[in-house]
């Protein structure tokens, strides 16, 4: 409003700018029809090998701004790949939407997860996410609040963690 | 903590039923391994003819709270099916998994969804969605920053908006 009160033709700029873009949704992502039976995101980029264990893929559907505050991305985990043990100031929640894979919390037995899993991670508690040794995990991840921090990135799941019972 | 300090008893009882349900993770739903070729989430329960025209079935993923303020759900809209007009104080994102619909701000052309395709409502801005007429689409909902609100309803898209080339 500052530059339309003050800067009449940049602000008829933006606004023919906004009128070329079709109103004001933001289309973050549209591609056209995908198979029916594929996977609803691309695999998208590694994830770095500074916060994950194995192969994991990252695709951004939502980046971080001061209107939504609310990350929200696409990971698949191949199988045997995991997070590092991580945190969120503001929580985060999980939608698991095919495989199978483990979510644990710090001193907790690690979950089992499965496609249409929903989990809410509380703010501040420490835990990781990944597939199981044999099935590939596909889930959305959402951070809300982001203007609390998004994550923090602690040290690695070692096989010993990984692999136990618990 | 002000029960901890004042109530010892009760507050045993909490950590109990807490250390019972595993921990701080809240486990929204989770139901055991699903169809691999099926929906992710299932369909729930029918969304009210208030809101929406034809048949429209919404899940709750994770309902309206004070840590997260981030109302997340599952929405099927079976062909022909959509939203009346409404709009989101703090704005909207869609995050289509399935089938193919449509996407409308006032005042501005349909948009096509497809699966993959993510949209950003931005805050305030009147729209609606749902299924094309021979195709159910299926998205993801998520508003965030719901101290400001979750949604305002207003009237029914009629006919000739729904079925309108523009």
């Known amino acids: 409003m500052h530059i339309l009160l003050t800067r009449p033709l940049q602000a008829l700029g933006v606004l023919a700018l906004l009128l070329a ?76 939407t095919d495989g199978s894979g483990y979510y644990q919390e710090k001193g907790q037995p690690k979950r089992i997860l499965h496609k249409g899993d929903v989990i809410k991670a509380l703010p501040g508690v420490e835990h990781w996410h990944g597939a199981t040794p044999k099935q590939a995990l596909t ?22 963690e990984y692999y136990s019972l618990k």
Chains 1, 2 share one sequence.
């Open 139 to 160: 889930h959305v991840a959402i951070v809300p609040n982001t203007e609390k921090g998004v994550a923090v990135w602690l040290q690695p799941v070692t096989d010993q």
């Open 21 to 96: 873009l079709g109103g004001s949704t933001q289309v973050v992502r549209s591609r056209g029809p995908r198979p029916a039976q594929g996977p609803i995101f691309p695999k998208g980029q590694r994830g770095p090998a500074a916060n994950f264990t194995g192969t994991v893929w990252v695709t951004s559907l939502v980046a971080d701004d001061s209107t939504f505050q609310c990350v929200t991305g696409n990971v698949v985990f191949e199988p045997g790949a995991r997070s590092n043990w991580h945190r969120h100031p503001s929580g985060q929640i999980l939608l698991v």
